[in-house]
């Protein structure tokens, strides 16, 4: 999943004077349970067609925002612009947890394949996700540890107050958690025919979760 951010095109004020961006690539592994609505067998004709559906679950991912600079990628976690390079600034992980929650619905359309309709969110753990959380850090000594491309980086504002000190000024909101998620269409094969699946389809019509990966 890819996910990015602009102040540029941001609808406040602050957001543009602020003029900080990112981009990061987010790699996910998940388990979830799903619980269906209406009787359903993916692939099966003597159940319901359709059903909607909501899950919930837990994740792990990977994520390390970047931006390009002077046409350059550059990974921000290294540069530390909100000083966590210099003496007293602590890092961020860039493996971080999460709960993974939707919502759905699917449709038997031929046999053995299923098509459907998904939303689903990821609330995270981190407020770090673009780079971004708590105030600026003193650009004299960012520079000074990490250097001139850190220091610019940390602070990009312009308009009239650009030419002030951001230095320990806001730069985020570190009490709100950023989050993710993901509209799609999904699809689904059986490869082995729901029909001869007998003992599976008595099981089943006692209960309507299931476990998905």
Known sequence: MHVSADDDVGLFGFQQTRNLRFESDIFEVSGALE????????????????????FVGLAGFY?????????????????????????????????????????????????????????GMRLIFTD?????SNVYG???????????????LSD???????VFSNDNYQRGIRTDNDWYG?????????????VV?????VKYKKRRWRRRH
Request: aromatic share 20%; net charge negative; glycine share 10%.
């Open 197 to 201: 699946c007998s003992g599976y389809k």
């Open 128 to 132: 770090y996700l673009d780079d971004v």
């Open 63 to 119: 994520y390390n925002p970047y931006v390009y600079y002077n046409n350059e990628h550059t990974a921000l976690h290294p540069l530390g612009t909100e000083g966590q390079g210099t003496p007293g600034g602590s890092s961020y992980s860039l493996f971080q947890p999460a709960v993974p929650f939707g919502l759905g619905i699917k449709w038997n359309i031929a046999r053995r394949f299923t098509i459907g309709v998904e939303y």
């Open 182 to 194: 993901y509209a799609a269409i999904t699809f689904a094969y059986n490869f082995k025919d729901p």
């Open 156 to 162: 990009e504002s312009r308009g009239p107050w650009s």
């Open 35 to 54: 619980f269906n609505f209406f009787p359903f067998l993916p692939g099966s004709e003597e159940y319901k067609k359709w059903t909607p559906y909501i």
């Open 138 to 152: 003193v650009n004299g000594e960012i520079l000074m540890y990490s250097g001139a491309v850190a220091a610019d």
